[in-house]
């Protein structure tokens, strides 16, 4: 989508300062960290939230989250951290892209909002 600022990421259009990517998944760091350690990790393929997720999806958000710990233990995040997807309109979700936020480095606090 061209007017979708993840897609532009994605596409190299916009930089990001990257710490992951792959073939299907990009991670980078949030431009307004909520922690010491912030990062979204994102598929390539434009997915707009959660609730938009198909079966076709499922293969793709499995090797998503099965990169997680390995994002994070490439980030030094050994003692813990916290994964969020925020959802529609109530749930936050600023930029209409499926996105996770990676945060750590720090112990967090709950509830979270």
Not at 31 to 48: C, E, F, N, Y
Request: charged fraction near 25%.
């Amino acid at each position: 989508m061209s007017d979708c600022i993840f897609c532009r990421i994605v596409n190299g259009e916009i930089p990001s300062e990257t710490v992951y990517e792959d073939e299907e998944i990009i991670a980078f760091n949030d431009m307004q960290p909520q922690a010491p350690v912030h990062v979204l990790v994102i598929p390539r393929k434009h997915i707009a939230s959660l609730d938009d997720i198909t079966e076709t999806d499922e293969e793709l958000l499995g090797r998503l989250m099965s990169k997680v710990h390995i994002i994070a233990e490439m980030l030094g995040l050994a003692n813990g951290y916290r994964l969020v997807a925020n959802t529609g309109e109530d749930g936050l979700q600023t930029v209409r892209h499926l996105h996770f936020h990676l945060l750590g480095g720090r112990k967090m606090s709950w509830p979270p909002g």
